[in-house]
């Protein structure tokens, strides 16, 4: 069975920073593209950001670049963000998801960040 | 990387059908057969319904089926039931690696 686990999430300041982990099992993680995607408190969902299957290729969404660090490490079968210049509108739960061909196929059930003074 | 366009609500009573639209442009839905479409019940992670425009994932109802036509995806529900009630988002591939979700749609079971 596949299972992602995300951890990480909290309460922090504007300005400030943080990393998003999620642990992945029931699959074999170093096959797989991964993302993150993110959804507001009662606002839809976001593509985040994603990565390729050796890490060398990430990709995101205007928002976040310059801001935000998608990586992984396969030996680890983990996936991370790291979040630096956090604004009040990344206020969100950030799910951690495995793709398939054009698709995303499996769902975190999320970690929660807020961002406020 | 503009949300996609889905109607805020559709509603209909059990065991009637309901659709919603999906629209992109050509760059995003019209440009590639990379659609999906999520149900999310609250406080819930999404969960794959359709992918590829038309495919639906082992244990998935038959009810649930999707289609494209130019720049605008659909799916539909037939024979809605109770449990179905939830929130829907499309999402499609745009290219460069990169992918756009729909606005959601909530579907209320009358």
């Known amino acids: 069975e596949v299972q992602l686990v995300e951890s990480g999430g909290g309460l922090v300041q504007p300005g400030g920073s943080l990393r998003l982990s999620c642990a992945a099992s029931?699959?074999?993680?170093?096959?797989?593209?991964m993302t993150w995607v993110r959804q507001a408190p009662g606002k839809g969902l976001e593509w985040v950001a994603n990565?390729?299957?050796?890490?060398?290729?990430?990709y995101y969404v205007d928002s976040v670049k310059g801001r935000f660090t998608i990586s992984r490490d396969n030996a680890k079968n983990s996936l991370w963000l790291q979040m630096n210049s956090l604004r009040a509108e990344d206020t969100a739960v950030f799910y951690c998801?495995?793709?398939?061909?054009?698709?995303?196929?499996?769902w975190g059930q999320g970690t929660l960040v807020t961002v406020s003074s | 990387q503009s949300a996609l366009t889905q109607p805020r609500s559709v509603s209909g009573s059990p065991g009637q059908s309901v659709t919603i639209s999906c629209t992109g442009t050509?760059?995003?839905?019209?440009?590639?057969?990379?659609v999906s479409w999520y149900q999310q019940h609250p406080g819930k992670a999404p969960k794959l319904m359709i992918y590829?425009?038309?495919k639906r994932p082992s244990g998935v109802p038959d009810r649930f089926s999707g289609s494209k036509s130019g720049n605008t995806a659909s799916l539909t529900i037939s024979g809605l039931q109770a449990e179905d009630e939830a929130d829907y988002y499309c999402?499609?591939?745009?290219?460069?690696?990169?992918?756009?979700f729909g606005t959601g749609t909530k579907v209320t079971v009358l």
């Open positions: 590829d425009v038309t």
């Open positions: 990565i390729n299957q050796d890490g060398s290729g990430t």
């Open positions: 998801a495995r793709h398939g061909t054009g698709t995303i196929v499996s």
């Open positions: 999402c499609s591939y745009a290219g460069s690696h990169t992918y756009v």
């Open positions: 029931g699959f074999t993680f170093s096959s797989d593209w």
């Open positions: 050509s760059s995003d839905v019209g440009g590639y057969n990379y």
